[in-house]
């Protein structure tokens, strides 16, 4: 079983549309992290949360940590927003990152 | 140029020849991590480094070997090369430990062994 889930693992969405993407962890963290990875290949962090919310622009991260879940959200989608979304987890011990299989977004026009 | 590099960011190699993928980073972070990206699994480490001549396995370490002479440079050698380690490989830095901070990727490099 993967320390971290996403869900879904595919979204298809009209421009404009409200997105929302889950990850569920399963161990103790010091942070949970929001990545985002372009078709290409380059790997962006988008936010870095151990509570509560943080927004930049259009997205919105939120954790709960006592349910083990936060959840990243795009306000008027936009076809430049298609990408893969990884959601990833430092553990509060040692120095490794866990990472979920992503969810690849499209965006359409 | 500031930042992360990779090279080569396409490698074709054989079966049972040794490879070695470099990674460069120039804000003398203290930390470096490699990863490697497979359909299906995500990210997953290798080996990371909290300082120079301070190395640790990761969670998919057999048949890589990793040294760090100096702290920008991170460089991961395939000793034997296997198909299954066609894959996409990533470097990265940080400057805290564990998730204390902000991951900083290199573009990847493309291995295909074939």
């Not at chain 2, 997953?44 to 480094?49: A, E, F, M, P």
């Not at chain 2, 969670?59 to 198909?83: H, I, Q, W």
């Amino acid at each position: 079983k993967n320390e971290v889930e996403q869900s879904p693992q595919n979204l298809t969405a009209q421009e404009g549309e409200f997105i929302t993407i889950n990850c569920s962890y399963s161990v103790g963290i010091s942070a949970l992290h929001w990545l985002q990875q372009h078709p290409g290949g380059g790997i962006v962090s988008l936010f870095m949360l151990s509570s509560g919310k943080k927004k930049h622009g259009r997205l919105i991260a939120t954790i709960n940590i006592q349910e083990k879940h936060s959840s990243l959200h795009i306000t008027a989608s936009h076809p430049r927003d298609s990408a893969v979304y990884i959601c990833a987890v430092s553990r509060n011990t040692g120095n490794q990152f866990y990472f979920g299989t992503g969810t690849s977004l499209t965006v359409i026009p | 140029d500031a930042g992360i590099t990779q090279s080569p960011r396409y490698k074709i190699t054989e079966t049972g020849r040794q490879v070695t993928l470099m990674c460069h980073q120039t804000w003398s972070h203290s930390y470096m991590f490699w990863y490697r990206q497979d359909l299906g699994h995500g990210l997953r480490l290798i080996y990371y480094s909290a300082a120079a001549d301070i190395t640790d396995k990761g969670e998919v370490p057999d048949g890589y070997v990793v040294s760090r002479s100096k702290t920008e440079n991170f460089p991961l050698t395939l000793e034997s090369a296997t198909r299954s380690q066609t894959s996409v490989y990533f470097c990265a830095s940080s400057d805290l430990a564990g998730g204390s901070g902000e991951q900083y990727f290199g573009p990847g490099t493309r291995l295909t062994v074939t």
